[in-house]
Every structure is written in C-alpha cells, then in structure tokens.
C-alpha cells in the first residue's frame, strides 16, 4: 500500500468519529438551514462519469450477475436513458466532449492523450467549470481528468478549484500487461502537487468516493459543480478488499458493484445535507466495454461492438438523472442525447452564460423533464473517430455508416480471463450502410437500398458536418476547426 493510502487509512477512524459526532450536534440547525437556502441557492449539479462501463453494465439496463442496487434506485427515483451517446468512443475524447459541449475533434482533441503528450485542452476552451464559476460555483474534480497532464492544461487551469486523482488512464504504468517498460510511475495529484505514486490500486474508487462526499460536506452551503470521474472499469481491474468476490461476474462485477456502491455513498451525502431538492446528479459513462479484455470488460448488451467503434456498443451508454421534485420519478427517455448537451442544458438551468467559441451541444431540458412531445433538440449527431474521421451520422431513428476501417474480435475469440487482451482483427465497410435504430437496435440488417431517401437526406447533413468540422475519410478540412495548445505556447 502506498503512503498516501497508509497515512489516510490511518486517520479515517477518529475523523469518523469527530464527522460524525459534529453531525448530530449541529443537524437540527443544518436541517433547517438547508430548507431556506436551497429555495435561494442554484442547483448544485453532480456528473458521475465511469471508465468504459458497457449499457449492459447496470441492473435496469440489462445486466446479469452484478447487483447494482444504487444505480436501480436511481432509476427508479428519476429518469433511465436508454438511447444516450457519448460523442466518441475513446478516453479523452470523449471527455472533451463532455466538458466543452464541443465534438472534440473540433477542438483537436483525438483518441486517448498519452503520458507524453505534449498539448491538451486548450485553456481557451471553456469547461462546465468555467462557466459555472461567474455564476458563484464552487468546483471540483475527483478522479480520472486525462486532457492533458502538463501543467497549463492541468484540471485547476480549466475552471476547477479542486482536483484529487489521476492525470490520465490507470494502465498507464510500469505494470502494463503489454508494454511494462513504456510508461513511468503512476502519479496521484491533489490540485498541481503530485502526492503520490501508486503501486496497488486497490482502494482508488474507495478513495475517490471520500474525497467526492468530503467535497460535498464542505460546500453544502453554496452552489456547487462536482465530477467524479472514476478511473474504473478501465483496465487494469482493481476492487477493495470489501467488495472482492462480491459479485458473481469476477473481478470485473466486483468493481461494478464497488462503483454501485459510491454512487450510493454521493446520494447519501447530498440526503445527509439537505441537498437532494436541489441537486442534478447526471451517470454515465465515457464510452463502452474493451471487449478484447474478455472477463475483464463489460456487456453492450444487444448492441454491436464496443470501445473504439462508432457502432452502437462504442457510443450508447447507461445513463440516469435524478433530481429530488424537480424529474419524475421511474421513466425511461428513449429520444437521442448525448454528452455534448449536457454543457448547454446546465447554462440554462443555472443561468450561466454559453462560451463564446461555438458548441455543438443543445439544452435538452425538456427531454430530461421527459416532457410529453419533447423532440431531440438536434438534426443530427456526428459520429467521429480515430483523427477526425466522420464515421457515422444519426438523424432521428436513422443512423448511417460511412465506409471505413473498424477493429473487432476475432472469429475464433475465447474470451482471456487473466486481463490481458487479445488481438483484434481489422474491418473495411466498403459501402455506405443505413440502419433504423428503432426497429433495430443491434444493427442487423441494413435497409440502404429501400430508403434511398434517407440516405440522401443523412449524406446532405454529413456534408454540411464535413465543411464544418472536415473529415479525414474524405481529406475535407474543416473550417471551423480550433487547434489544441501546446505546452510550450500556453502561458
């Protein structure tokens, strides 16, 4: 166990004790206090974000052998999203998306950024952070950042008051199953100090829960913006000791349900302070399962594919909201969304201004509120991958494949159980393809031929999405394309 995790563990008792007994002295006042300010105060919002958890990776979304108790209260206390999207199927790109309201290749943010990367998120982008913080947020990130390690693009110069967790991906260390020798020792950062470095992963999620309802505890006076990105289910797997052999999927149910658990543990804190009323607390996940891990990834479910493609099981991910009086309770959204929304519908539920650099996303408030007759806010979502390839568009129920390369299991796949992953085997899609994603979910059968129309009319929008943001399929530039910043330019 590293020193870090040795010193914390050993003082997690008596603070307990003094937590706990400060809470029974002061929770009459603290109760009624939190009734009058809430009415005054702007909804605090909360986005879980967990590391290439599959759909199917969620008790009502399907999953089997893993006990997700939290998350189907959730659910059951708030709205179920069975069609949401992340804008790209791969770490860091994805969280650009996430953060800006950008499809991250316009911002030039590709793939998963590496120890060695030398940019990151620009500073001139603007985060949900960022745009919170005029409005008097306090900000803080736990967990998994990974857009950009050096220290201009560093959480604390992107709008956050707070980060405690890791700069990019945990199997970027000397312990890689495949390239041990390539990356340095893990690091730990609180804020821009690095405090640790860590051999045993073990209790990362237990860590990162603390630090999240600690956050919660301290700023239960004021507005706040939390985001707990979990570094799992990214391999490699770790659970703690209180979780391990738990679940009857292995290591990687046990981390589900560890996960399950701190989700569980961030309601409680907000129950706990009064903050339910006047809290959104957004889970999902930054893509789906990396299926060459075999018994250590996750379920799509019925859909195609997963992490790394821009079919369904790439892009689709489990997503639940919940906000105490404000969402109905138990319903299921199945209009399109995806995470590049999520920036502008929080501007519109705090007041906060939009940036000033075009976004992508649109407020879906009213598809959030499940209002009746409520339409996807957008035309078309763009599908991109691998360095600005525009992969796929979906427009409505229709989603339409350009030709292009994608990775897949291979045809004698037998599923490792040891976390280290097999090979895949190239494809080409040679022809464009057209699938109704109401009528067929798993893209089966492709309909080009008997809907030449729609074809015609999603190919009318990619263009329009190609002027704009280029395509490396078709050697298109964009031109509306912001570059990202290197260290060395950023001040």
Known sequence: MSTYFRM??????????????????????TSENNGVDNEQQKPNIVIIFTDDQGYADVGVFGAKNIATPNLDKMAKEGVQFTNFHVANAVCSASRASLLTGCYSNRLGIFGALSHQSKHGLSPDEMTIAEVLKPEGYTTGIVGKWHLGHLEPFLPTKQGFDEFFGLPYSNDMWPYHPERPDFYPPLPLYQNETIIDTLIDQSLLTTMYTEKAVDFIDRNSEK???????????????????????????????????????????VIEALERNGLEENTLVVFTSDNGPWLSYGTHSGSTGIFKEGKGTSWEGGIRVPTIMKWKGKLPKGKVQDKMAMTIDLLPTIAHLTGASLPPNKIDGKDIWPLIEVEEGAESSQDAYFIYYNKNELQAVISGNWKLYFPHRYRSLPDDFIKPTNGIPVKYKMLDLTEMELYNLEDDPAETKNVIEEYPEIRDKLNTLANAARKDMGDALQGIEGKNVRLPMKASSAN
């Open 223 to 265: 507005p706040f913006f939390l985001y707990l990105a979990h570094s799992m289910p990214h391999v490699p797997l770790f659970v703690s000791d209180k979780f391990k052999g738990k679940s009857d999927a292995g290591i990687y149910g046990d981390v589900i349900m560890e996960i399950d658990w701190s989700v569980g543990q």
């Open 8 to 29: 914390h563990f050993n003082k997690i008792n008596c603070l307990s004790l003094l937590i706990i007994g400060l809470v029974f002295l002061g929770c009459n006042s």
